[in-house]
């Protein structure tokens, strides 16, 4: 009794050879780390992620090499196009990474596996948002770098400017990765994923002003599109990229920048939240 | 002095354990123990409830009813620390993956408190020289061996091994059962699920059959093997018929029946069940017990023949 009273032991001190867990961060970045690795020794994989965005803007470089957008607004159609097509790529390393990918792992068993261990589960999406910035930020530079080098794209100067696409980028690839991570668990299967991930992004595209102009699109389309974050993500992105003029071309005539930075941060919180309820480490069958 | 330590508490104390699918009671009823350092078998047809069992066991089902105990925890509500003590070898084989083999074996000693260093564990599971090979490009076997790898790299003190060696050809299953005596001899406790008694019987102290969601045998392989003995069959022609008898008494019965039948007895056979019959007889949708007269009053089998057999008493 002398010895329990005089001498309180931990529980970690009462388990022989007991050593501390490792802490949350340092799993989550092994994790990023391994997940970068494993995405980048799939070439097809790469290729399919990064080759779509870029080769669209060379296409529409050369389709709408003689494009006019009006006598005010003097624009290459690779400026014209860069800032959506920045908007898409980024939505497209997030939601469609995210959403395909979680949902193979959850149907090939490996959350599963991941669930059978001490990992963190916060580590897990540690190591997601990782790769994802990481696919963002390539994203980002092969389309400025192909713009700038392949066909000579003004980009921004101003400090603002940069500043603008900084938040942009952060806020729209958080928002439409957990977008993604609530759309896997939808989805009852790998297969099933890619329906439930790949065909809404593609509608989203054209009704955010991707590929058709916004000025061009029927109200009710815009309107559609203004309930998700691509329609912002593009939106933020032209007012960076864009003269100042340009703003004319907007169905509102201004960039709006305060309604772009409201419903990304919305999207957010949704985002968590939808998350939170549906996330899943095991399949339907798996009870 | 008797201080309470989580060492002190049995592997695993199961009790009453229910779980339904719908309609279907998958465990209906199982009471289980591990003792530490034991490994123990859960021996059964596919769809007798062993996954199911083990699975909730692992922390990775939800229950309808009955207590679980794992290492003194109860493994619905059990976190990280937890799950450090326990390894998990699932029934679904490692997935595709482009890292190779020791690089997976790091990652996953990183989510340890206290792990086996990377290189041991290859070699323990005898993936020393496939080290540097990707994962995808691994055979079925090799590929088991990396499940068992990552189930051991935190020095578990209870290892979860659902049906370890389905697909195995015999001598990749014998490499493996040495592995296993081995964990064993390091003091794990190993709770295995298989469907083959060879299995059963070569690694397994002792062994728990499940039918239909319930225990219906529970004991050393040695007297699973001894209940053998208590149903050997003695048949013969006589009377216009076949004629049988099941006791644990063999000679005594030939004796009675060699001085009631002079001269030489049509079809005269003594049959002994083979191990694998006594369990196919355990498992088997068999008929209750039947208050047997004659030679068969000895018998203190609870489970009768095989139903596709007919029995003819004298």
Redesign the interface.
């Known amino acids: 009794m002398d010895v329990t009273s005089t001498d309180r032991p931990t529980p970690a001190q009462t388990r022989p050879g007991a050593a501390e867990l490792p802490g949350t961060l340092r799993v989550g970045v092994s994790r990023s780390w391994l997940e970068i690795r494993e995405f980048f020794r799939e070439w097809e994989t790469v290729l399919f992620t990064f080759a779509f965005p870029t080769l669209i803007l060379l296409l529409f470089s050369a389709i709408f090499a003689d494009m006019d957008q009006g006598p005010q607004i003097h624009m290459q159609a690779t400026e014209f196009y860069l800032p959506g097509l920045i908007a898409m790529a980024l939505m497209s390393v997030s939601f469609q990474t995210l959403g395909v990918g979680i949902a193979t792992e959850r149907d090939n068993g490996t959350l599963r596996r991941l669930r059978g261990t001490p990992m963190p589960p916060a580590a897990y999406f540690l190591g997601k948002t990782g790769m994802v910035l990481l696919l963002a930020l390539g994203q980002l530079i092969l389309l400025l770098g192909v713009a700038r080098i392949g066909y000579g794209a003004d980009l921004p100067v101003q400090l603002g400017d940069w500043l603008t696409i900084t938040w942009v980028f952060v806020l729209g690839t958080v928002a439409c990765s957990l977008l993604g991570i609530a759309c896997s668990s939808l989805a009852r299967s790998a297969r099933g994923a890619s329906v439930i991930v790949i065909v809404p992004f593609l509608v989203l595209q054209f009704f955010s002003g991707v590929f058709i102009p916004v000025q061009a699109l029927p109200d009710w389309v815009v309107n559609v599109a203004a309930v998700f974050p691509l329609k912002w993500m593009a939106q933020g992105m032209r007012s960076a990229f864009y003269p100042e003029s340009a703003a004319a071309l907007e169905p509102s005539g201004a960039w709006d920048l305060h309604l772009v930075l409201a419903v990304l941060a919305v999207w957010c919180v949704v985002g968590v939240i939808l998350c939170l309820l549906t996330f899943r480490w095991k399949t339907a069958k798996d009870g | 002095?008797t201080?309470h330590?989580?060492?002190a508490a049995p592997a695993v104390e199961v009790r009453g354990l229910h779980k339904r699918?719908g309609a279907t009671a998958a465990v209906d009823g199982v009471d289980l123990d591990l003792a530490r350092g034991e490994v123990l078998s859960l021996l059964g047809p596919n769809g007798a409830g062993k996954s199911t069992t083990l699975e909730i066991i692992?922390?990775?089902?939800?229950r309808d009813r009955g207590t679980v105990q794992v290492l003194g925890s109860d493994p619905k509500t059990a976190g990280?620390?937890w799950?450090?003590r326990?390894g998990?070898v699932?029934q679904?084989a490692?997935?595709?993956?482009?890292?190779t083999v020791r690089?997976v074996v790091r990652?996953?000693a990183?989510?340890?408190?206290?792990p086996r260093p990377t290189d041991e564990v290859l070699e323990l599971v005898g993936l020393d020289r496939q080290a540097r090979t990707r994962v995808r490009a691994l055979s079925g076997g090799q590929r088991r061996r990396l499940d068992v790898a990552?189930g051991i790299v935190?020095r578990p003190e209870l290892l979860f091994l659902d049906e370890p060696t389905t697909g195995f050809d015999p001598q990749a299953r014998h490499a493996f059962w040495e592995l296993l005596r081995q964990l064993a001899a390091d003091q794990t406790s190993i709770l295995l699920t298989t469907h083959y008694l060879h299995e059963a019987e070569a690694l397994a102290d002792r062994v728990v059959v499940l039918a239909d969601g319930r225990v219906v045998a529970d004991g050393d392989p040695a007297t699973l093997g001894g209940q053998v003995d208590a149903r050997t069959v003695v048949s013969w022609y006589a009377d216009g018929e076949d004629q049988q008898v099941r006791t644990d008494q063999p000679t005594q019965f030939l004796r009675q029946l060699l001085d009631t039948h002079p001269g030489e007895i049509p079809q005269l056979s003594v049959h002994r069940p083979t191990l694998e019959q006594t369990y196919l007889t355990l498992v088997g949708d068999a008929p209750p017990p039947t208050a047997a007269p004659g030679g068969d009053a000895t018998s203190r089998q609870p489970t009768p023949a095989p139903p596709q057999e007919a029995e003819v008493w004298t």
């Open positions: 002095m201080e330590t989580p060492t699918y692992a922390g990775f089902r939800s990280r620390a799950r450090a326990i998990i699932w679904r490692v997935e595709d993956s482009p890292l690089e990652h996953f990183g989510y340890y408190p206290d990552l935190g």
